[in-house]
């Protein structure tokens, strides 16, 4: 005897499985809809985030300027016992912290000195380094590398000169200009102007990666600005290089006692001559000051799940009691 399902049973089967199909799609979908809203959440609560970041940011660099000011108005000399200079500032903010710290931007080797060509002929100057190429020269001498295979002195300097100045003509056989940099798989050309940060080192032919990081912590790059010199006031004690890279023949044993004998309150020409050799020379061309208007804060907001990181370099107008924003962009610029 055999049974069959009945017409009835078939369509009921078939009903069955639809309602499931369809509940299974329904499912799928709010399931979706559920995960997208979650999705949307989570990027609009990140966006809030980073706008609230930079307002706190740019809350600091207003906070930033006032401190210049007030540290500054009617004193002749700018140093490191000023409250400007202290340690990095941590203040907490809701969700999260915020910290804060001002650098002097004549404390640092400011690597657009390089644009600087003198006043010497090309003909001339292509056979003898400038100035600042000298003092540059004696920085990358100076300074205790991790790594020293890559590192050449002459050659990095007319690399980085070649970069910053405004012509196409390598300097001596060293010299790195557009013909070098558009033979490159990704092509590029050299910027032939000053820098507004100090990133832009790493597209410079002959600066390998490990060489720059460490060479960081000596440099900066002062938009529109290739002044031929250092503030003596507010070199750190712990990088007598940047001193003695401004003379022809200072030791770093004599840069640091000079900077150990820097007062409390900063040099002044009287105080600071007297500490140095008579034999102990400038590089002819290079100046040393004790005093400053250029400046560069460093920011940090950690907010949430969001860190911003600016650098903001300023400048001190002096009896205005003003302070301008030159540049402004990202930390490691």
Known sequence: MSFRRSSHQNQSGVALIMVLVILALVTLI????VNMRSLYGYRTQNIIAAENAWGYAIGAESLAKLALVQALKNEDLVHLGQPWAGNEVIFPIDGGRLKASLRDGKGCFNINMLADVGAAEDTVRQQKPTSAEQAFIRLLTLIDWEQTDNVAPEAMAASLKDWLDTDSVPTRFDGREDDEYTGYAQPYRTANQMVIGVSELRSVSGFPAAITDQLLDYICAIPGNKELTINVNTIPAEQPELLASFYKNMTLTTASEVLAGRPGDGFTAED?????????????????SYDSKYFIAYIDVELGNSLTRIKSHLFYQGGSSRVQMLARMGHND
């Open 30 to 33: 709010a399931t979706q809809l």
């Open 272 to 288: 600071y001559d007297p500490l140095v050799p008579a034999d102990v020379t400038l590089i002819e061309g290079m100046t040393l």
